[in-house]
């Protein structure tokens, strides 16, 4: 068997919101030879299948739907010198970024990268990973791919729907699987609060009168070859299911909304450091990981409830990755940001004050909700500085800059992120 | 008559709770926090509107279906009417973005275009 060879500037893993930003700021900031490489059959990723509205609204004042946010992109690379591979897997990226590539048209595929932009997104939790006892039928899918087969594909999953989690891409389904006729006996949340956005709640549960119970869950699974069934039940403050409260549900799909994990199986083999709480790469300003010459951007770094926030990052981890393959150099003193009191995690991690030049964008998510609350940026006890908040969630991320002066305030110290 | 409920604002992340109530001379609204609750909650009771999107069959496509969106709100109790004629809608391809799909959808004055450009099946 032959290997074929090629050597690019910049390589992009992955053709969603992250990647194409990215290849399109690889490209403006001078990099020839960009290639972007997508394992579906175009390039879109997750946002060809959200065909509802409300993309777009930071970076283009629009509320466009999924596929047209994308299409401003994919016109943009089609019409500049940029090399996309479609239906093409990378199978191994190595610490020295040489990328093994799958291809149908081109088979097996050496690329040398000179720099690389990690932007594989994330994957949807499964049934698996939540333990849920029972059979086995067929009729248990993940939001997401229902949301494909019906957005995409043109494929019914079923008649009568049960959805466990509030996550948005289970209330977005929730809503589309009521629009298309799927009756949706209801949505079970375990825990106390609903994990989606509040608008979404409204617009997708309340507006369809489709029942919320929190602090439910699903405790068995029932059906031999397609599903049959589920039994729920409430719990209490630690999750477990209460005797006496269980409830058989008959219907024939179960849909899960139960979290999302950034996929990094391609980073971590590569040696890339991850983030125990993020579950992607730890990055600086430059969304540059541990590994020299390794760019991250998107999802595939944490998971993000904006797409623009995404495509902003993108652009970052693209133009840094050109001026890397160009010869460019970060390296430095380094500060930390670390997480304080009521937060969950703040992005980047890491800032190198002596090569900024323009205003830091950073993006942290709260533990608690809290109205009327200040995002505080401390260097010990002196404060760099104060954000005011109407109100924060932990469904919804919060973003701040600082200025190359209010870094270099904090001497060589680690910065606390707190929101109080 | 004298009715009362509430609705959540969904203007922006604060979520007001807004309370209506019929107080036989006007409607009285409170728990708003901005004049844009207000505005918000004044609609809803006028004639509660939402973006329609939905998909649509599509012919040599290479995507059996094709997203489309209407080009303004639409009051949502015509949503089901909407739908079913939506159903019976077939488009050919290949079909351009924001090309119109159906022209003034059930007399509301609202189009439905299409959310993406969809190709020719090769072959």
Not at chain 1, 89 to 117: F, H, N, Q, W
Not at chain 1, 257 to 283: K, M
Not at chain 1, 323 to 335: F, L, M, V
């Amino acid at each position: 068997m032959s290997i074929k060879n090629a050597s690019v500037d910049v390589a992009v893993i992955g053709g969603g919101p992250a990647g194409l930003a990215a290849a399109l700021a690889a490209k403006e900031a001078g990099a020839d030879q960009v290639l972007v490489i997508e394992r579906d059959f175009e390039l879109g990723g997750i946002l060809q299948q959200c065909v509802h509205d409300g993309f777009g609204i930071l970076k283009f004042g629009e509320r466009l739907p999924g596929p047209a946010y994308m299409e401003r992109y994919i016109d943009a690379v089609s019409q500049r010198d940029i090399k996309v591979m479609v239906d093409s897997m990378v199978l191994e990226l190595t610490s020295d970024r040489t990328l093994y590539v799958a291809s149908p048209i081109e088979g097996l595929v050496e690329v040398r990268a000179k720099a690389v932009v990690l932007a594989m997104g994330c994957r949807e939790r499964t049934r698996s990973q939540i333990w849920l006892p029972g059979t086995r039928p067929a009729g248990i899918y993940t939001a997401g791919t229902v949301q494909r087969y019906i957005n995409m594909e043109g494929i019914l999953p079923g008649h009568k729907v049960v959805i466990l989690g509030s996550g948005d891409v289970g209330l977005i389904m929730a809503r589309r699987l009521t629009l298309i006729g799927t009756e949706v006996e209801g949505v079970y949340e375990v825990m106390s609060k609903p994990g989606g956005l509040t608008r979404n709640i409204v617009q997708c549960l309340e507006d369809y009168n489709i029942p919320l119970y929190l602090s439910h869950t699903v405790i068995d699974i029932h059906g031999e070859k397609r599903l049959t069934g589920v039994t729920v039940a409430k719990v209490d403050a630690d999750r477990r299911p209460l005797p006496g409260t269980e409830r058989f549900i008959s219907c024939d799909t179960l849909v899960l909304s139960v979290g999302l994990i950034p996929e990094n199986e391609l980073s971590y083999d590569a040696g890339v450091e991850l983030h125990p709480v993020t579950g992607g790469p730890v990055v600086d300003e430059c969304m540059a990981t541990s590994l020299p010459g390794v760019f991250a951007a998107g999802n595939v770094v944490a998971v993000f409830d904006l797409v623009d926030y995404v495509s902003d990052i993108g652009e970052i981890a693209g133009r840094a990755a050109a001026r890397y393959a160009a010869g460019e150099s970060n390296d430095g003193p380094a500060i930390k940001l670390n997480p304080g009191a009521n937060v969950n995690f703040v992005l980047p991690q890491v800032v190198h004050p002596i090569h900024l030049t323009e205003p830091v964008a950073f993006y942290l998510r709260v533990k608690e909700s809290k109205e009327s609350a200040n995002v505080f940026v401390k260097s010990g006890s002196a404060l760099i500085k104060q954000v005011p908040q109407i109100v924060v969630r932990p469904p919804e991320m919060v973003s701040f800059v600082l200025t190359p002066t209010e870094i270099s305030r904090a001497g060589n110290f680690d910065l606390i992120v707190s929101v109080e | 008559m004298n009715d009362k409920h509430t609705l959540t604002c969904i203007v922006c992340p604060k979520s007001c709770r807004l309370y209506v109530e019929n107080t036989g001379s006007g409607m009285q609204i409170t728990g708003y926090g901005c004049k844009r609750g207000l505005e918000y909650a004044n609609e809803e009771i006028r004639e509660s509107r939402r973006m329609l999107t939905a998909t649509v069959t599509v012919r040599n496509g290479n995507l059996p279906r094709l997203p489309v969106i209407s080009s303004a709100p639409i009051p949502r109790r015509l949503f089901d009417a909407c739908l079913r004629e939506l159903s019976m809608v077939v488009v050919k391809a290949p079909v351009k973005l924001g090309q119109v799909i159906v022209r003034d959808i059930q007399k509301t004055g609202v189009d439905i275009v299409a959310s993406r450009s969809l190709t020719k099946r090769e072959g």
